[in-house]
T-cell receptor
């Protein structure tokens, strides 16, 4: 069963903000929300993660809904290098592979 | 530099042959994983290992085998029993603690000829 739901694709213009949504209505209190992105023929790379509070790092921001059933990855100013597939996963805080299920992700297209 | 190294990057296999994909990490991570990715699809878990000398099947383990004799190494063998092995294979690792970041290798392309 898919633990997260993401749109198949999104399109944005260069230098504009991008908001990538993720629904995770069955999230448990111990699940961390992780985001990764993958360029063609490369392994996914870590973007950001959070538990309850919104998070910021040099790559992006993560906004987590108060009920934690959804989250949004925010790229503040998209560049062409941000074009990738973005995966939202629930990383079970107890470890193991139960929480390491990757769906198809969102294919982000950036228009120049 | 710390990281995960997969080899080879590209591999061609004849039908009926077994092949082994290498995965080495120097991050001192307890857990290691193998995923398969088909074009345009997400990642599917093949096998994972939480500690040395122990591993568990993932969602699509049939036709694959693994070993975990050393903490830093987790090779994947694609056997002749795997009927459609052509895919992109990804190795990953993380520290087996709460919500820890997963690190991926660069991947290996396997093609059956």
């Amino acid at each position: 069963d898919a633990k997260t739901t993401q749109p198949n694709s999104m399109e944005s213009n260069e230098e504009e903000p991008v908001h990538l949504p993720c629904n995770h209505s069955t999230i448990s209190g111990t699940d961390y929300i992780h985001w990764y992105r993958q360029l063609p023929s490369q392994g996914p790379e870590y973007v950001i993660h959070g538990l309850t509070s919104n998070v910021n790092n040099r790559m992006a921001s993560l906004a987590i809904a108060e009920d934690r059933k959804s989250s949004t990855l925010i790229l503040h100013r998209a560049t062409l290098r941000d074009a990738a597939v973005y995966y939202c996963i629930l990383n079970y805080s107890g470890g193991g592979a139960d929480g390491l299920t990757f769906g198809k992700g969102t294919h982000l297209i950036i228009q120049p | 530099d710390g990281g995960i190294t997969q080899s080879p990057k590209y591999l061609f296999r004849k039908e009926g042959q077994n092949v082994t994909l290498s995965c080495e990490q120097n991050l001192n991570h307890d857990a290691m994983y193998w995923y398969r990715q088909d074009p345009g699809q997400g990642l599917r878990l093949i096998y994972y290992s939480q500690i040395v000398n122990d591993f568990q099947k993932g969602d699509i383990a049939e036709g694959y085998s693994v070993s975990r004799e050393k903490k830093e190494s987790f090779p994947l063998t694609v056997t002749s029993a795997q009927k459609n092995p052509t895919a992109f294979y990804l190795c990953a690792s993380n520290q087996y603690l709460s919500g820890n970041t997963i690190y991926f290798g660069e991947g290996s392309w396997l093609t059956v000829v």
